[in-house]
């Protein structure tokens, strides 16, 4: 076996370069000249180049975009002052401790979050923003301890907490903002997840996670662990116990005792109305337009193979209500409801759901205007058939298995 150092799978990082990955960063040093400032030190340029599988084109052309998306945004300027008093409360996430590498741990009790309420109570624009205000505060964390520990400290150890995850999450408008979130990271924060650790993962977790996987980069969706049911041993090995809450198998508790150190730590919860912007309406952007003639109705079909598919359902017309069902066709060619067809007020709020299809055959989603002999309606629709994926199939995250 060849043992020179250019034969040597290295990781990229600053004390673990090749020669011709050292001869990338000098380089790449010179190319982005024009644009580098102070703060872009070797260990941030090799982030990007990471990133970019140290191709120079593609590195330079993600690190000229983000220092000028970085100048237009003031990123550096941004702070809590600036996000809504809603986010600040519900937003789940948090820290409250370092691993034993020394680097921060964020926990995500991303299971708890209502979704639809904060979108119902924020702008998108400001959800993002309060996420780069996460991003920017975590970098500040990192550079603190490198000065504490007197050596270079870089990545966040990120624990999602799945506990009551279910279907209502997997609400499009709210996986198309959590993926805007992930692409910003992605591109403007590179490199920055050093391990992803999911806990409490339901049975409709792959599924989610296929929808989210498109938009994170081969290197961070290797750094996923799916943990089993002995997780809480699993994040003691790499988190001491007084850096993790007691909740989250650690030693360290919030005033009075509190297991979740929510005084440092975001748990979401239910979001009340009353924080609802007025006349906001939440839908995507890519619903079908269909004229639904008086008396007529539309119908979808979808042939499901696989048990404990979903089926994502949104709706809206322009004006009047709309009666919406979904019957599934049984062998014997009799028709089951699996919704209820029922009529709904759709002109005046939008409405969506998830079902899930634990058998398989044809499903028959249909949007019924046939009582009304007077009225057309403008239909504006999305369906879609997600479908379980095989868990087999997923190679870049690792599934840590029970001891």
């Known amino acids: 076996m060849c043992c020179h150092p250019c034969c040597t799978i290295m990781s990229g990082t600053l004390d673990n370069l090749s020669y011709k990955q050292q001869e990338k960063l000098t380089k790449f040093r010179i190319n982005v000249a024009d644009v580098l400032e102070d703060h872009h030190d070797d260990h941030v340029l090799l982030r990007f180049l990471r990133a970019r599988k140290f191709d120079l084109t593609s590195s330079e052309t993600l690190f000229r975009k983000d220092v000028k998306w970085k100048k237009e945004m003031q990123t550096s300027a941004l702070s809590r002052d600036d996000i809504p008093e809603i986010l600040k409360k519900y937003w789940p996430g948090g820290t409250c401790g370092f691993d034993k590498e020394g680097s921060p741990v964020w926990i995500d009790a991303i299971g708890r979050s209502d979704f639809k309420g904060l979108l119902y109570s924020a702008k998108t624009s400001d959800i993002i923003k309060h996420n780069i205000v996460i991003a920017e505060s975590l970098y500040k964390l990192m550079e603190q301890q490198t000065l504490k520990l007197g050596r270079h400290v870089e990545g966040v150890a990120y624990i999602a907490d799945m506990e009551k995850f279910g ?237």
């Open 167 to 403: 279907l209502h999450h997997l609400w499009k408008p709210a996986v198309d903002v959590f993926n805007q979130n992930a692409s910003v990271f992605e591109q403007h924060y590179p490199e920055t997840l050093k391990r992803v650790f999911v806990i409490n993962a339901p049975k409709i977790f792959p599924l989610a996670y296929s929808l989210v996987k498109p938009f994170l980069q081969e290197n961070t969706r290797k750094k996923v662990n799916i943990l089993g049911s002995n997780w809480k041993a699993v994040l003691l090995q790499y988190i001491d116990a007084e850096n993790l809450p007691m909740y989250w198998g650690g030693t360290a508790t919030g005033p009075d005792g509190d297991p979740h150190c929510t005084h440092q730590i975001v748990v979401g919860g239910k979001v009340p109305e009353s924080y609802y912007i007025k006349d906001r309406v939440v839908s995507s952007q890519d619903l079908t337009r269909y004229d639904l003639s008086r008396g007529s109705c539309l119908e979808l079909k979808y042939d499901v193979g696989k048990p404990g598919s979903i089926l994502r359902y949104e709706f809206k017309t322009e004006s009047h209500d709309l009666a919406f069902g979904i019957r599934r066709i049984a062998e014997d060619g009799g028709k089951v409801d699996v919704l209820k067809k029922q009529r709904y007020n759709c002109h005046l709020v939008p409405e969506d759901g998830e079902i899930s299809l634990q058998e398989p055959g044809r499903y028959v989603v249909r949007f019924d205007n046939s009582y009304s002999w007077i009225k057309a309606k403008t239909l504006l629709y999305l369906v879609e058939l997600l479908e379980p994926v095989d868990e087999t199939q997923e190679d870049e995250a690792e599934f840590v298995q029970e001891e």
